[in-house]
């Protein structure tokens, strides 16, 4: 399995409350990205990286912001969380000249 | 604009019975099309992927998929499905500087 590691695995936090997501990758792979799964609507782009501190929005990047700081880390903030974040988060990790993506287990985040 | 459609949310069948799900791209895309497998509480995971060369792709578990340009389709087939490849199945294309958008992902449920 390729070397990704999304954490929390599970999150309950209440609307208005600033809840952070990480993915941790041991791959050294240039690209990684933010998705959310949700019925009907398969998986939606947040956003995601092409490499240390450059970023870029997808599909569905209101109410949420990235940082990455370094190769291994890229953290998905939502600054005030709502209902309609409650969602299956995944991050994904590809190398540059790839085109295989490697995506990791998820984490499931409600928000009551 | 949708870039990649898919046009099934479920799709039931019967084991050993053939079966194709539909993914048709938006023209202006580029051409690299893929398929993802996501298994129950599981990340997803490539299928097969089309880049250039022959038009028809074949993964190791016995599906295959067609890129057609003239009718932008990629659909995903297999002559014969066991109970074992029930999941999602995500139809994805590869926009710009390695954006990876996903369809909104096709039900199989194979029942014996």
């Known amino acids: 399995d390729a070397g990704i590691t999304q954490s929390p695995r599970h999150k309950v936090t209440e609307t208005g409350t600033p809840v952070t997501l990480r993915c941790h990758q041991t791959?050294?792979?240039?690209?990684m990205y933010w998705y959310r799964q949700d019925p009907g609507h398969g998986l939606r782009l947040i956003h995601y990286s092409y490499g240390v501190k450059d970023t870029d929005k997808g599909e569905v990047s209101d109410g949420y912001s990235v940082s990455r700081s370094k190769t291994e880390d890229f953290l998905l903030t939502l600054e005030s969380a709502t209902s309609s974040q409650t969602s299956v988060y995944f991050c994904?990790?590809?190398?540059?000249?790839?085109?295989?993506?490697?995506f990791g287990q998820g984490t499931r985040l409600t928000v009551v | 604009a949708q870039s990649v459609t898919q046009l099934d949310s479920q799709v039931p069948v019967f084991e050993e019975a053939p079966v194709e799900l539909r993914c048709n791209y938006s023209?202006?895309?580029?051409?690299?099309l893929f398929w993802y497998v996501q298994y129950p509480n599981q990340g997803l995971q490539l299928l097969l992927k089309?880049?250039?060369?022959?038009?028809l792709v074949e993964s190791i578990n016995g599906f295959e998929a067609e890129f057609n340009k003239s009718q932008t389709s990629f659909h995903l087939r297999k002559p014969s499905v066991h109970i074992s490849d029930t999941a999602e199945y995500f139809c994805a294309v590869i926009l710009g500087t390695d954006k990876l958008i996903f369809g909104t992902g096709t039900r199989l449920q194979v029942f014996p």
């Open positions: 791959e050294n792979h240039r690209y």
């Open positions: 994904a990790i590809k190398g540059d000249g790839d085109t295989e993506a490697f």
């Open positions: 023209s202006s895309v580029s051409v690299y």
């Open positions: 089309y880049l250039s060369g022959s038009t």
